[in-house]
C-alpha cells in the first residue's frame, strides 16, 4: 500500500508546504499593514492577501479528502497529478487573489474545475469498489461486455 500511495502522500506534502507558506504571507501582511490580530480588517491590500488565505484553507480539508479518496479507489496517478495540478491552480488564485480582486477569479475557475474531477473520480472508484465488494458486481466487466468491449 505505501508504494502505491507515494504520489498521494507527495501532493499531501506539498499541499501543507503551500498552506503553510500562504499563513506567512499573512503574517508579513500583517506587519507590513500594522494590523494586529485579531484584528481582520484593514487596507484592501491586507484584507486581500488574508482572505486569499482564509479561502485556500476553507478548500483544504475537501482537496486532501477527495485526493486520497480518487487515489485510493480510482488511480493514485491520475489524482496526484490532478492534486499537482490544484494546488498549482491555488497558488496562482492566492498570488492573483493578493494583487487584486478581479486577479483571483481565472485560478478559482481552473482549481474548482480540478477539485470536480476529483470529486467525479473519486465517486467513480467508490461506486465501482462498493459494487465489486458488497453486491459482488464488477460494473467495468458488465459495461464492457453490454457494449462488447471485453
Known sequence: MMDQAVGLAAVSVLGVLEQAYFSL?????RRKYSVSPPT???????????RAQANCSEYF???ITVLWTAGVFF?????SVCGLLYLYGRFRYFRGYSQS????L??????AQ???VLIGFSSLGVLLSFCRVYLNVDLLQVVGSA???V
Open 25 to 29: 504571507q499573512v503574517i508579513y501582511a
Open 40 to 50: 481582520t480588517a484593514g487596507p484592501p491590500e491586507f484584507e486581500r492577501v488574508f
Open 61 to 63: 480539508p475537501i482537496f
Open 75 to 79: 488511480s493514485e496517478g491520475l489524482s
Open 101 to 104: 480582486a478581479q486577479g483571483r
Open 106 to 111: 481565472a485560478p478559482l475557475y481552473f482549481s
Open 114 to 116: 480540478i477539485l470536480w
Open 147 to 149: 457494449l462488447d468491449l
